[in-house]
């Protein structure tokens, strides 16, 4: 399992952790109206047309591609303050240097001071007159933003917009004219084993081309709740962040963002298409203005499947729904099945979120549910995911001991106070068995069990008795604020 993220930036001090669901990553920076017109598309440069669509002959060098896109491409220098301090030693009152320390010198203890640090990245032009697309990681924060041009003139920059949930961000620069933008393709269309080509500034070293294939597509690595990666072999490194990922027509596919640690050959960009959605908002507003459903969801699993008596393990499992929220209205319930968005498959749960904050706010969208095996069409208004407001969240997943290895008590209002969960009834489990089906199943101390098999239970006792003697069944657990289903077999 991953453990976290770490951000680099420059000497790797403005690093910060941050907890994943999947190995350890590192955010590769070092250290809707559109305000586009037709006369701002992005110039493309003229290329050699490739051998073979989507791969080069063998043998052929990749030079005239190189030469032709690096003038696109950005080094990106930041200044940021970082606060810090250090501890400082004391001086007794009344001693001979008092009145000195007094009037010049800190009296003692932790003396908070702030310093300049700097840390570098990439970045693509995407307009002729001097849009910039780079990951949020590398700006976020900055007090100045420096970009070098691949000529070697260096130009301070305004930050146009942020959006941290994809990691995106637009930079401006002015002063130069027609500026060399590159073309934006469809990551769409990218195959598994097509050839890439990631040109930016790995170690602050200057511009530097590196090339591969496409090694996977909707890569899940934990980092953010829209995760959607292009995973490619095209070496990445520290002060690649922001730059892109061509394809052999010189297109734009991804924006190189995460590599694995302690792996070689693993690397993440972002999808363009992602960032193509996106643009506008961030150059006319300055943030992104996403569509929300109200709904917890959770990925359906071969064990979950069975209990909900389901063909494929396709779509996501409504865990929970916001009261007020548009999901509720629509008629979404818990245990639903959403099998489709907008018109849109979601075939697996993270397919949802970014879906639904790609509709426009106030839109009314078509939810197709799976409730007790039959297929139902709701409608939905997409309402407004506020900046730190709830959206669509995925979760991540005395006694019946002999069976299941559970021991319970009932819920008292004191212990869900304690607990911090919002029920009032339920059964807590206060101890799992090491390798029982409820240990398997990875219940664990401090649970409320809610429901058992989609019907609510108020006690330790009505748990006993739902369970008897099945060879599986399904529980709705409450786990701080998240619920989430669990399958548990005998």
Do not use: C
């Amino acid at each position: 399992m991953f453990e976290r993220i770490r951000i680099l930036a420059g000497n790797r001090r403005w690093g910060r952790k941050l907890p994943v669901a999947a190995g350890v990553l590192l955010l590769v920076g070092l250290f809707a109206g559109s305000a586009f017109t037709a006369t701002d598309t992005p110039v493309v440069p003229e290329l050699p047309a490739p051998a073979v669509q989507g791969s080069p002959e063998k043998g052929v060098s990749l030079a005239p591609l190189a030469e032709a896109l690096k003038p696109s491409v950005v080094n990106i220098r930041v200044t940021k303050v970082q606060k810090t301090g250090q501890m400082m030693p004391g001086f007794p009152r009344g001693g001979p240097f008092e009145d000195f320390f007094e009037r010049f010198g800190p009296r003692g203890g932790f003396q908070p001071y702030e310093r300049r640090v700097q840390g570098a990245g990439s970045g693509v032009i995407i307009s002729r007159d001097g849009y910039i697309l780079t990951n949020n990681h590398v700006v976020e924060g900055a007090q100045e933003v420096m970009v070098t041009l691949d000529s070697g003139r260096e130009i301070e920059a305004e930050i146009v917009g942020l959006d941290p949930k994809t990691d995106l961000a637009v930079l401006r620069i002015q002063g130069e004219d027609d500026l060399p933008g590159a073309a934006m393709g469809d990551s769409e269309r990218l195959r598994v084993g097509d050839y890439v080509m990631a040109i930016g500034n790995p170690f602050g070293l200057g511009h530097t081309v590196t090339s591969g294939i496409v090694s996977a597509k909707d890569r899940v690595i934990g980092a953010g709740p829209y995760d959607d990666f292009i995973q490619t072999d095209a070496s990445i490194n520290p002060g690649n962040s922001g730059g892109p990922l061509f394809n052999m027509q010189g297109e734009v596919v991804g924006i190189n963002t995460a590599i694995v640690a302690q792996g070689q050959g693993i690397g993440f960009a972002i999808p363009i298409n992602t960032a193509k959605a996106l643009i506008p908002q961030l150059v006319e507003h300055g943030e992104v203005t996403r569509g929300y459903m109200g709904v917890h969801i959770q990925p359906i699993t071969e064990a979950l499947a069975k209990a909900l008596n389901l063909d494929e393990r396709k779509g996501a499992l409504v865990a929970d729904v916001i009261s007020g929220s548009p999901a509720e209205e629509a008629g979404v319930k818990r245990g639903d099945v959403i099998v489709s968005f907008d018109g849109k498959a979601v075939d697996q749960s993270h397919d949802l979120p970014a879906l639904v904050a790609a509709t426009p706010v106030g839109e009314k969208a078509s939810v197709k549910v799976l409730r007790d095996g039959k297929e139902r069409e709701l409608t939905l208004e997409v309402g407004r995911l506020e900046a730190e407001g709830p959206e669509v969240k995925t979760s991540v997943a005395e006694d019946t001991e002999g069976k299941w290895g559970l021991r319970l008590q009932d819920l008292t209002p004191q212990i869900a106070q304690r607990l911090g969960v919002d029920a009032e009834q339920g059964a807590l489990v206060t101890d799992v068995e090491p390798g029982s089906p409820a240990d398997r199943a990875s219940l664990r101390r401090g649970d409320v069990i809610l429901e058992v098999d989609q019907e609510p239970v108020t006690s330790a006792e009505d748990v006993k008795q739902a369970v008897g003697d099945k060879d599986s069944v399904l529980l709705l657990v409450q786990r701080k604020q998240i619920k989430q289903f669990v399958a548990m077999t005998g």
